[in-house]
T-cell receptor, first 113, second 114 residues
Framework: GENVEQHPSTLSVQEGDSAVIKCTYS??????FPWYKQELGKGPQLIID?????GEKKDQRIAVTLNKTAKHFSLHITETQPEDSAVYFC????????????FGTGTSLTVIP | GAVVSQHPSRVICKSGTSVKIECRSL??????MFWYRQFPKKSLMLMAT?????????EQGVEKDKFLINHASLTLSTLTVTSAHPEDSSFYIC??????????FGPGTRLLVL
C-alpha cells in the first residue's frame, strides 16, 4: 500500500520567514494530495490541496508543489505569523484505495514572534 | 460550507461502560464517513470507512465488535466504543466526503476511560 513520509517532524522559524514541509509517497497511482493544519485539541482543517495534473497551487501565503516523477510534494508558507503555529499533516490518496487517505507523520511548526 | 460536527467534544466514563460519539455533516450530504483515532503527538490512524446504508469497512487490527459504527443517513455516523477500558482513551476524529476526494474533519472527541 501507500507509504507517506513527512519531514521535518518539528520546525521553528522566525516570524516573517518562510517554512517548508516536505512529503514523499510511494504509490505512483496517488493522484490527490491535501494538506491539513491541526491546532491543539482540534480536528484537522484542510488548508490546500493539489491534484496530480497540476504542478503547483497557491493560495495567498500558502503554496503546494508536486513533483510526480520524484513522488514528492511540499507545503510552502511565506511570511509566517504566530497563528501559523500548529501541526501540519500531508496526505496522499488514490482512486484505487477507495478514497482512503494515507497521512504523513506530521510536522509541528512553531513561529517565533 | 463543508462543516462537520462531533458530539460530545469530551467524555469521561467508567471502565466497562459504552460510549457513543456522533458525527454529523451539517451542510452537505456525506457519501462516505471515516473514523480516526489519534494518540498524543501522533498522526491520524484510520479505524474504519463507512458508506451510508452499508456496513463499515474496518482497518486491520481494529475490532469491529469493540468499535461499532453506524451510518444510518447521509448526514450522520456514530461510533460506539463498547465496554470501554482505559486503553481506549484517545482522541477520536471523524471526517466526511461528499462525493469528491476532499475529507472534511470534525473537531474531535476526547475520550477518557477511568
Amino acid at each position: 500500500g501507500e507509504n507517506v513520509e513527512q519531514h521535518p517532524s518539528t520546525l521553528s522559524v522566525q516570524e516573517g520567514d518562510s517554512a517548508v514541509i516536505k512529503c514523499t509517497y510511494s504509490d505512483s497511482a496517488s493522484n490527490y494530495f491535501p494538506w491539513y493544519k491541526q491546532e491543539l485539541g482540534k480536528g484537522p482543517q484542510l488548508i490546500i490541496d493539489i491534484r496530480s495534473n497540476v504542478g503547483e497551487k497557491k493560495d495567498q501565503r500558502i503554496a503546494v508543489t508536486l513533483n510526480k516523477t520524484a513522488k514528492h510534494f511540499s507545503l510552502h508558507i511565506t511570511e509566517t505569523q504566530p497563528e501559523d503555529s500548529a501541526v501540519y499533516f500531508c496526505a496522499a490518496s488514490t482512486d484505487v484505495s477507495g478514497n482512503q487517505f494515507y497521512f504523513g507523520t506530521g510536522t509541528s511548526l512553531t513561529v517565533i514572534p | 460550507g463543508a462543516v462537520v460536527s462531533q458530539h460530545p467534544s469530551r467524555v469521561i466514563c467508567k471502565s466497562g461502560t459504552s460510549v457513543k460519539i456522533e458525527c454529523r455533516s451539517l451542510d452537505f450530504q456525506a457519501t462516505t464517513m471515516f473514523w480516526y483515532r489519534q494518540f498524543p503527538k501522533k498522526s491520524l490512524m484510520l479505524m474504519a470507512t463507512s458508506n451510508e446504508g452499508s456496513k463499515a469497512t474496518y482497518e486491520q487490527g481494529v475490532e469491529k465488535d469493540k468499535f461499532l459504527i453506524n451510518h444510518a443517513s447521509l448526514t450522520l455516523s456514530t461510533l460506539t466504543v463498547t465496554s470501554a477500558h482505559p486503553e481506549d482513551s484517545s482522541f477520536y476524529i471523524c471526517s466526511a466526503q461528499m462525493g469528491g476526494k476532499t475529507q472534511y474533519f470534525g473537531p474531535g472527541t476526547r475520550l477518557l476511560v477511568l
